[in-house]
Nanobody, 128 residues
């Protein structure tokens, strides 16, 4: 079992930055690939970024590549999403998710149905 709690969301102007954190409890964090997803009102949940168990492999949606960075600290059971150059279209509820029992170098995949554990979400609002 993995329990996830996101933090760091808020209101920011376009061009600004935010850093999201996701704290995990449970002994399987280091054995899990982690992902960040987001969901805007009226839209489906979409993949943002993923990271492998050791952090050596990452994957990004095209819409955030070059602006967002995913990282993890297994000693702290925490995964981060650094978001720079934010745009109004980045406005959404951001969720972290864990996918257990994956190969070492696999960044988790982009399908939310493949992730077993989810946090409650944190709101990010980017004003123009």
């Amino acid at each position: 079992q993995v329990q996830l709690v996101e933090s760091g969301g808020g209101l920011v102007q376009a061009g600004g930055s935010l850093r999201l954190s996701c704290a995990a409890s449970g002994r399987t964090f280091s054995m899990s690939a982690m992902g960040w997803f987001r969901q805007a009102p009226g839209k489906e949940r979409e993949f943002v970024a993923g990271i492998s168990r050791s952090g050596g492999s990452t994957d990004y949606a095209d819409s955030v590549k070059g602006r967002f960075t995913i990282s993890r600290d297994n000693a702290k059971n925490t995964v981060y999403l650094q978001m720079n150059s934010l745009k109004p279209e980045d406005t959404a509820v951001y969720y972290c998710a864990a996918r257990s029992n994956v190969l070492q170098g696999y960044s988790g995949g982009r399908n939310p149905e493949q992730y077993s554990y989810w946090g409650q979400g944190t709101q990010v609002t980017v004003s123009s």
